[in-house]
């Protein structure tokens, strides 16, 4: 069990050095980039975004999260899902550029048809990596993983600001995804020459449908759901609001994105070797919880509190626009990543249909707060979206604590400590705001963000927060081995 607990906590701290380095260049990147690009480029991706991750969700199908699951899969098992996966991705990359004609029409924006064809070639890529990365999850190979990913997001990175210095405008970000992909796979394949004499097998994929099915029927909502907002913003308003919008939710979902990666890909696999022990599986998610709130929490109300001068400055004039759905989208990263954790819990612990049961009742409280928010405008689309991740949060949790050994009151205490500290934080540097208002730009923010840290750290050592003993913990256990 020990040897277990060394590759989660060194998973996690590879993982998650991955997830912070390559969160740094992405929004070093970003930041260049938007400072070249009009905010109607964004609003473009954003529209192309919905369609890649939808047919994302369906070329894996839920295969690779039923892989890691598994028990023992065989060789015959990995080839059928790669067949699957390969074959399903060339029949929706041609359905989907098809579908370009007809969507540039509809928002009024031709670079949709010259981009197609270029950008979706990311679904038969990905279909190639997918396999490749269920062999490596399951063998806790965390720190090739990292590597791999942080070199494709550094070349992928640096090739997008270059182009789009060059004049290059919006295929800079197609480049971008394009390379991102493909030295996945390069890197893949050339690592773990995987050569196998089975076959493909329908029987195979069959006896893993129940469940991977029941997996793409919410990740196919989740990806749906997640991202249809942006489609009625550009066609209501225009794909320069829209540039706005995705622009805050991307910049909002850097730090999530990451940390939620870092933990989950870890994580997952682990909880599912721990399924056995009730005591030991409960206790690993409270732990889990614990050490998200720890960061997150502050982390983003941080970020609410530092957006107008962080915008001002980093992207300048033109996107402040930017700055109060951003405000408002951070909110929901205090919910997400704790709701995903829950998610996990179901994944293993459930047959599936529990979850399919609860994303349907999601999904109705979703589209119910979409009519109510769209017509209202973005901002108020925004705050939907935020409230909706905190409903999910919700959903999730109550669902799990059936599966676990826990109550609401032991999770409750969990996470109030860090709520609290955190929001001790964010009213010390909304006091401190008058006093900082005669420093520069550039002094103001290094001042806020040196508060907020001061007075957060401080808090956690004096309270003797369990959260930072834990971190503490975790980090030495890390530096020794």
């Known amino acids: 069990m020990q040897r277990l607990e060394h590759k989660v906590a060194s998973g996690v701290a590879w ?76 029949v929706l990359y041609v359905l989907f550029v098809a579908a370009a004609y007809p969507l540039a029409e509809l928002y009024s924006a031709p670079v949709i048809r010259d981009i197609a064809p270029v950008l979706f070639l990311v679904l038969p890529i990905n279909s190639l990596c997918v396999v490749q990365t269920v062999m490596f999850t399951r063998e806790f190979r965390f720190a090739l993983l990292s590597k791999i990913v942080f070199v494709a997001s550094l070349v992928s990175g640096v090739v997008a600001v270059v182009m789009a210095v060059a004049g ?37 994929l069959r ?32 794909t320069g609001v829209l540039g706005y919008y995705s622009q805050a939710q991307k910049l909002k979902d850097l730090p999530v994105t990451s940390t939620v990666q870092a933990v989950q890909g870890v994580t997952y696999p682990a909880l599912s070797k721990l399924e056995g022990d009730d005591a030991k599986f409960s206790a690993g998610y409270l732990r889990i919880l614990q050490l998200l709130s720890f960061v997150l929490f502050p982390v983003m109300l941080g970020l609410v509190a530092i957006a107008p001068d962080m915008f001002m400055l980093l992207l300048g004039e033109k996107w402040m626009p930017t700055v ?39 999904r109705v409280i979703m589209t119910a707060v979409l009519c109510y928010t769209i017509p209202r405008g973005v901002e108020s689309v925004a705050w939907g979206m935020t409230a909706m991740a905190f409903v999910e949060f919700f959903i999730n949790t109550v669902a799990a604590l059936r599966y676990l050994s826990i109550g609401a009151v032991r999770l409750l205490a969990t996470l109030l400590p860090q709520l609290a500290l955190a929001v001790v934080m964010f009213g010390a540097l909304y006091l401190l705001e008058p006093y900082a208002a005669s420093l520069s730009l550039g002094l103001r923010l290094v001042a806020e963000i040196v508060a907020g840290v001061i007075v957060y750290a401080a808090g956690a050592f004096i309270f003797r927060l369990r959260a930072l003993r834990e971190l503490q913990s975790l980090l030495r256990g890390y530096i020794a081995k």
């Not at 260049?25 to 970003?30: A, I």
């Not at 099915?213 to 249809?228: E, G």
């Not at 405000?327 to 990263?333: F, K, N, V, Y």
Request: glycine share 4%; charged share 15%.
């Open 207 to 238: 006896a893993m449908a129940p469940f991977s099915l029941r997996l793409l029927t919410t990740d196919l909502i989740a990806s749906i759901y997640n991202n249809v907002a942006q489609l009625f913003i550009g066609k209501m308003h225009s």
């Open 15 to 90: 993982s998650f050095s991955e997830k912070l380095l390559s969160m740094v260049v992405q929004m070093v990147v970003s930041i260049i980039v938007a400072r070249q690009l009009a905010p109607a480029d964004f609003g473009v991706m954003a529209i192309m975004t919905f369609f890649t991750s939808v047919a994302l969700a369906i070329v894996d199908s839920g295969f690779s999260q039923t892989l890691i699951r598994k028990a023992d899969p065989t060789d015959e098992d990995y080839r059928s899902v790669l067949g699957f996966n390969v074959v399903v991705s060339v």
């Open 324 to 362: 109060p759905y951003f405000e408002i989208l951070a909110l929901s990263g205090m919910a997400y990543p704790l709701a995903v954790v829950s998610y996990n819990i179901l994944k293993v612990r459930s047959d599936g249909r529990v979850i399919v049961r609860l994303e349907v009742v999601k």
């Open 168 to 204: 290059c405008g919006i295929w800079s970000l197609v480049a971008q995804r394009l390379l991102m992909m493909g030295i996945k796979a390069v890197a893949f394949w050339s690592i773990r020459r995987w050569h196998t004499t089975a076959r493909f097998s329908f029987a195979a």
